[in-house]
């Protein structure tokens, strides 16, 4: 069965041509090459796209490899395959192979008008005058790098493309906003979802979202495949956020703002300029409290790579220990809820204590503000309002720089500041006598 973005790439293609944008098209047939490297059509056609924008060179070779591919088949896509190579040629000056093509060409019942036409300007030696070639427009990373001047797109190895800091950067600053291209935000689309989405691109679009990577080759539709390679959680396909690259110790943190429909990345730690931007492809306890292997073996699965971040790229004794940080993190986070709330007090905020000092030690700066909440609700179940009114602040600052002010959680939490009495939990208020003043980070 034929990859169903196929026919999207010759209808987008066609549409980029009507209206004369020849690189975009040259774009979309090279991407068609790719996936269905035996049919001629795609080289056919990149060869014309060639000859709009000068290339010479790469239309003869399209031309060529048309050629070897129609060999048998279609013979007006071997007309049309000698006609462009004999104008490639004759461009750069091979008149003898220029004939050769054109009588193939006439050969083959080519029109005789054209062949009438190109003779005589080969006869005559006619070429067109040298002009600068049409250069493809600055990519959208270029543009946004140039601009802001937050981050730039830059090789990265290994890891291909990757983002760098452009200037220093503070935690808490904002490094990207960026409406989704392809939004699906808390939803998991099928495939014909996804397709009918993607047909109402524009070619650049589509063309956008086709430079992205690609970690499931094995299946049957490219479409699925990028998505379920870039896609976030909580806000489907982002093309700039999906430039950052991935480590389990990352220095910034991606999150959707549904009220301005934007997916925003903000620096969770210092980050100076020309150091790479590192998010981190999977969250929350599935990250703290995994061990390396464990988490090798998830992004190997998801996004088929082997990751050797900070973390991972850790030597033996070095990776135990952070492991063991990890997995205590975990086993607190476990055990909050078992907790009893009126005998455990004590040692519940304790535990909350040691898991923040845990992530500061392993240099994991995300996601230290549920431990903050749950010591906070704790003291308003005791009645110890101030108390919860400092864990809320912990929180807050946390939750700050990790999805701005205006983030759901950061609002929500500064009302708890306000007035931690009007938290929506079931045993707010419920005990009264214990205070934890002395329990602080």
């Given at each position: 069965?034929?990859?169903p973005?196929?026919?999207?790439?010759?209808t987008?293609?066609a549409e980029?041509?009507?209206?004369?944008?020849?690189?975009?098209?040259?774009?979309?047939?090279?991407?068609?090459?790719?996936i269905d490297p035996q049919?001629d059509?795609h080289?056919?056609?990149?060869?014309?796209?060639?000859?709009?924008l000068?290339?010479?060179?790469?239309a003869?070779?399209?031309?060529?490899?048309?050629?070897?591919?129609?060999?048998?088949?279609?013979n007006?896509?071997?007309q049309k395959?000698?006609?462009?190579?004999?104008?490639?040629?004759?461009?750069?000056?091979?008149?003898?192979?220029?004939?050769?093509?054109?009588?193939?060409?006439?050969?083959?019942?080519?029109?005789?008008?054209?062949?009438?036409g190109?003779?005589?300007?080969?006869?005559g030696?006619v070429?067109?005058?040298e002009?600068?070639?049409?250069?493809?427009?600055?990519?959208?990373?270029?543009q946004?790098?140039?601009?802001?001047?937050i981050?730039?797109?830059?090789?990265?190895?290994?890891?291909?493309?990757?983002?760098?800091a452009?200037?220093?950067?503070?935690r808490?600053?904002l490094?990207?906003?960026?409406?989704?291209?392809?939004?699906?935000?808390?939803?998991?689309?099928?495939?014909?979802?996804?397709?009918?989405?993607v047909?109402?691109?524009?070619?650049?679009?589509?063309?956008?979202f086709?430079?992205?990577?690609?970690?499931?080759p094995?299946?049957?539709?490219?479409?699925?495949?990028?998505?379920?390679?870039?896609a976030?959680?909580?806000?489907?396909?982002v093309i700039?956020?999906?430039?950052?690259?991935?480590?389990?110790?990352?220095?910034a943190?991606?999150?959707?703002?549904?009220?301005?429909?934007?997916?925003?990345?903000?620096?969770?730690?210092?980050?100076r300029?020309?150091e790479?931007?590192?998010?981190m492809?999977?969250?929350?306890?599935?990250?703290?409290g995994?061990?390396?292997q464990?988490?090798?073996i998830?992004?190997l699965?998801?996004?088929?790579?082997?990751?050797?971040?900070?973390?991972?790229g850790?030597?033996?004794?070095?990776?135990l220990?952070?492991?063991?940080?990890?997995?205590?993190?975990?086993?607190?986070?476990?055990?909050?809820?078992?907790?009893?709330?009126?005998?455990?007090?004590?040692?519940?905020?304790?535990?909350a204590?040691?898991?923040?000092?845990?992530?500061?030690?392993?240099?994991?700066?995300?996601?230290?503000?549920?431990?903050?909440?749950?010591?906070?609700?704790?003291?308003?179940?005791?009645s110890?309002?101030e108390?919860a009114?400092?864990?809320?602040?912990?929180?807050?600052?946390?939750?700050?720089?990790?999805?701005?002010?205006?983030?759901?959680?950061?609002?929500?939490?500064?009302?708890?500041?306000?007035?931690p009495?009007?938290?929506?939990?079931?045993?707010?208020?419920?005990?009264?006598?214990?205070?934890?003043?002395?329990?602080?980070?």
């Open positions: 069965m034929p990859d973005v196929l026919s999207l790439l010759k987008k293609a980029a041509f009507k209206h004369g944008d020849f690189s975009v098209a040259r774009s979309l047939y090279s991407h068609a090459i790719n049919d059509i080289p056919l056609n990149r060869s014309l796209m060639n000859l709009r000068t290339r010479w060179q790469e003869e070779e399209d031309a060529t490899a048309a050629l070897a591919l129609c060999e048998c088949k279609k007006d896509h071997r395959a000698y006609y462009r190579r004999c104008q490639a040629r004759r461009e750069m000056g091979d008149m003898v192979g220029a004939e050769d093509d054109i009588k193939a060409f006439a050969s083959t019942g080519g029109a005789q008008d054209l062949t009438r190109e003779q005589q300007k080969i006869d030696g070429t067109t005058p002009l600068a070639l049409e250069h493809e427009s600055l990519s959208l990373e270029s946004i790098a140039s601009s802001e001047q981050y730039l797109v830059m090789d990265a190895g290994d890891k291909g493309l990757g983002a760098f452009a200037r220093d950067l503070q808490g600053d490094i990207l906003t960026e409406k989704p291209l392809l939004p699906f935000p808390g939803t998991d689309p099928s495939p014909i979802e996804l397709r009918l989405t047909e109402k691109f524009s070619p650049n679009d589509l063309l956008t086709l430079s992205l990577k690609n970690a499931h094995h299946y049957e539709d490219t479409i699925s495949g990028i998505y379920n390679t870039n976030f959680s909580d806000g489907g396909i700039q956020a999906s430039r950052f690259n991935h480590s389990c110790l990352p220095n943190r991606y999150s959707y703002h549904e009220a301005t429909n934007r997916e925003r990345i903000f620096a969770l730690t210092d980050i300029k020309g790479e931007i590192f998010v492809y999977i969250t929350g306890r599935n990250m703290y995994s061990t390396r464990q988490r090798q998830t992004l699965a998801r996004y088929n790579f082997l990751c050797s971040c900070a973390a991972c850790l030597n033996r004794q070095q990776s220990e952070s492991d063991r940080r990890r997995l205590e993190i975990k086993s607190i986070w476990d055990q909050i809820p078992m907790l009893d709330p009126l005998r455990s007090g004590r040692a519940l905020l304790r535990s204590i040691r898991a923040i000092n845990l992530m500061k030690e392993e240099g994991y700066w995300a996601d230290a503000d549920d431990f903050a909440n749950e010591a906070a609700n704790f003291c308003s179940m005791h110890d309002w108390s009114k400092y864990w809320h602040r912990i929180a807050y600052e946390h939750r700050v720089a990790e999805f701005g002010r205006d983030g759901t959680h950061s609002v929500r939490t500064l009302k708890f500041i306000e007035n009495r009007c938290v929506n939990h079931p045993q707010i208020g419920q005990y009264r006598g214990q205070t934890f003043a002395d329990i602080r980070l």
